[in-house]
Antibody
Framework: QVQLVQSGAEVKKPGASVKVSCKAS????????VNWVRQAPGQGLEWMGI????????SHGQRFQGRVTMTRDTSTSTVYMELSSLRSEDTAVYYC??????????????WGQGTLVSVSS | DIVMTQSPLSLPVSPGEPASISCRSGQSLLRTNGYNYLHWYLQKPGQSPQLLIYLASKRASGVPDRFSGSGSGTDFTLKISRVEADDVGVYYCMQDLQTPYTFGQGTKLEIK
């Protein structure tokens, strides 16, 4: 079945970087974009960015400009999200979610289990 | 950025009763292809979000037909015909007409 499995929880100090992985299985990896969404404690959902595993093109929200890098490894069907210059406000659960195929399919139809990133001195 | 506004933010409902959540967008989510790029997700306590409705009115695979979505342009509604205990959680609408994709604030459904 379609599945996204993320890497484990991380604890980082302010100013450091974190790299979260998301391994896809059960579908053709290069046929679907992958999105990153985060959720601060007790808060709502915030879209961070999207990567096309086929051509590696990316797009991200302006508030993450210069701090987020999304990459992929087609040999392992894994996408990565790296966030740099971490601050306490980046403490959140980070999710990957499968994107849409074509213009009329479901979007975000499969989510990873989430990765808690804690930023504290 | 497209602002998404949900109401109500809290929704206490008795089992077996209907429930309705509204979502309004700051601009039309209707493309020339006829699709509205508005989706509904449910995040149950302690879980990842799950897709309920996509493109405003299409039920995702495995979603009970108690759930339905309607609306077009800037006004959308998620309806639950008969609420069950398993429906508790936070419901989010999201637009993906353009990046950055944006979510509503969430509506917390609880059982009375």
């Amino acid at each position: 079945q379609v599945q996204l499995v993320q890497s484990g929880a991380e604890v980082k100090k302010p100013g450091a970087s974190v790299k979260v992985s998301c391994k896809a299985s059960g579908y053709s990896f290069t046929n679907y974009n992958v999105n990153w969404v985060r959720q601060a404690p007790g808060q709502g959902l915030e879209w961070m960015g999207i990567i096309n595993p086929s051509g590696a093109g990316t797009s991200h929200g302006q508030r993450f400009q210069g701090r987020v890098t999304m990459t992929r490894d087609t040999s392992t069907s894994t996408v990565y999200m790296e966030l740099s210059s971490l601050r306490s406000e980046d403490t959140a659960v980070y999710y990957c979610a499968r994107g849409r195929q074509g213009v009329s399919g479901p979007n975000f139809d499969c989510w990873g289990q989430g990765t808690l990133v804690s930023v504290s001195s | 950025d497209i602002v998404m506004t949900q109401s109500p933010l809290s929704l206490p409902v008795s089992p077996g009763e209907p429930a309705s959540i509204s979502c309004r967008s700051g601009q039309s989510l209707l493309r020339t292809n006829g699709y509205n790029y508005l989706h509904w997700y449910l995040q149950k306590p302690g879980q990842s979000p799950q897709l309920l409705i996509y493109l405003a009115s299409k039920r995702a695979s495995g979603v009970p037909d108690r759930f339905s979505g309607s609306g077009s342009g800037t006004d959308f509604t998620l309806k639950i015909s008969r609420v069950e205990a398993d429906d508790v959680g936070v419901y989010y609408c999201m637009q993906d007409l353009q990046t950055p994709y944006t979510f509503g604030q969430g509506t917390k459904l609880e059982i009375k």
